[in-house]
């Protein structure tokens, strides 16, 4: 007698078809950013991003209750400075927001693992991530400004640094100047594969970095280069990144799975900015399942061979875990 395949006997009820899924969200997998910036009693909602706010640190404080509530074992520090300059002081400054936001986490929530962001768009009156001079973004000297943001957040007792300017060596200055300062255990988490995108915008108004002039094309990669994605995560590689970003994540499945399957480091996916508004613009309209649209999209980073998620639906998926 002939036998016919029945895939179906395992998807007969929920109790067969969870013992045999595949892939995984858990709380552990999830980076959740959030955005400090000067003032008190301040918690402003992003319009772009409904649920996302940008907290003053007293605020920042109460916030951080329900991360490690929730069982969220890491942020992504992002600052927005009081006043900002053309070299982005702010980045660097012993006192700057980010500095003051990492050591009051370390302080009331030691257990907490915190990330900070490294780029100089947010502090600079230009919005761009290095320095500029006659309209063009230098690459070589934002390197040292780069490095001392890096080492200013260690010494502030982050736990790791997260390049995100896409200035060719940035790494390498930052592992140099991390090491020679006595940080060589702090982790550099590359956004190596960091595409120049239209899924950014509403993070633009979160974070307060649009360009003042132009875009920025000159240092993010052009959307459809894969290979180009590869070259440059293998030089953030070699000049010694420990985990690796790929930015946005929905639509670049396949640079997360030819990251993870050629380089074999821990990759991030990062959900961005983009890709969190439109799912709550559709579900606010009655047009979707947030909850399922967004476990879906996660467990398709998961499959794509992502370990660890960035995403400001941490909080969201850490209570419907809970379920």
Known sequence: MDLIRRPRRLRANEAIRSM??????????????????????????????????????????????EVVDLGVPAILLFGIPESKDPVGTGAYHDDGIVQKAVRLAKEKFPQLYVITDVCLCEYTDHGHCGLVHEGKILNDPSLELLARTAVSHAQAGADMVAPSDMMDGRVAAIRRALDREGFEDIPVMAYSAKFA???????????????????????????????????????????????????????????????????????????????????????????????????????????????????????????????
């Open 197 to 323: 995108s239209g899924f950014y915008g509403p993070f633009r108004e979160a974070a307060g970095s649009a360009p003042q002039f132009g875009d920025r094309r000159t240092y993010q990669m052009d959307p459809p280069n894969g290979n180009e994605a590869m070259l440059e995560t293998a030089l953030d590689v070699e000049e010694g990144a420990d985990l690796i970003i790929v930015k946005p994540a929905l639509s670049y499945g396949d640079i997360i799975y030819r990251t993870k399957e050629r380089f074999g480091l821990p990759v991030a996916a990062y959900n961005v900015s983009g890709e969190y508004a439109m799912i709550k613009a559709a579900a606010k309209q009655g047009w979707i399942d947030e909850q399922r649209i967004v476990m879906e999209a996660l467990v398709g980073m998961k499959r794509a061979g992502a370990d660890l998620i960035i995403t400001y639906f941490a909080l969201d998926v850490a209570r419907w875990l809970r379920l």
């Open 20 to 65: 045999v899924r595949e892939n995984h969200v858990h709380v552990k997998d999830l980076i959740y950013p959030m955005f400090v910036m000067p003032g008190q009693n301040m918690r402003v909602e992003v319009s772009s991003m409904p649920g996302v706010y940008q907290y003053s640190l007293d605020e920042f404080v109460r916030a951080l209750q």
